[in-house]
């Protein structure tokens, strides 16, 4: 019995000493973060650029797009960053002007230079019934860039 006694004393000492990270501060650093590097995104995204799309992600990245036709799910891989471009200049063959805006729900540094973001992605703010899409994000930092190692989106509209 002493001895948790003893575990717990430490334990309580350790996570209230000044100078570590808690996870509290942890959680609003990773938030500050995937706030910033999301807005910066969705601003790329409404310049319509692929290649400055694309450049957001590592080399060898991973953007897999959920979708759900009726019963059915299925999910397209693009795999490296010139596939990923692919997709982004497929995706605005159509250019009309948009305002696009993430809402992050949670982001997380698994270390220092990992980190999670879940969030909804609106498509365009200006459109009343703009599709709010699901997405999950592994970021890296390279140098002083978050670069995207993997995103998952998920276009799956309700039956």
Known sequence: ??????????????????????????????????????????????????????????????????????????TEHHNGRGEVEAFYAKLFENRE?????NDVAAAR??????????GTFDVNTLKPDSPKIPFHQVRVKQGDKWQILSMEIFFVPAK
């Open 1 to 74: 019995m002493n001895r948790w006694i003893s575990f717990a004393t430490v334990l309580a000492a350790v996570s209230l000493s000044p100078g570590l990270v808690r996870g509290d501060d942890r959680d609003d650093e990773a938030k500050k973060i995937a706030v910033k590097v999301t807005t910066a995104g969705a601003a790329t995204f409404d310049s319509l650029n692929a290649s400055a799309m694309a450049a957001y992600y590592v080399e060898d990245a991973r953007l897999s797009l959920v979708t759900r036709d009726g019963d059915d799910f299925k």
């Open 97 to 101: 002007t948009i305002k696009s805006y």
């Open 109 to 118: 540094l698994l270390a220092s230079d990992v980190l999670t973001i879940d």
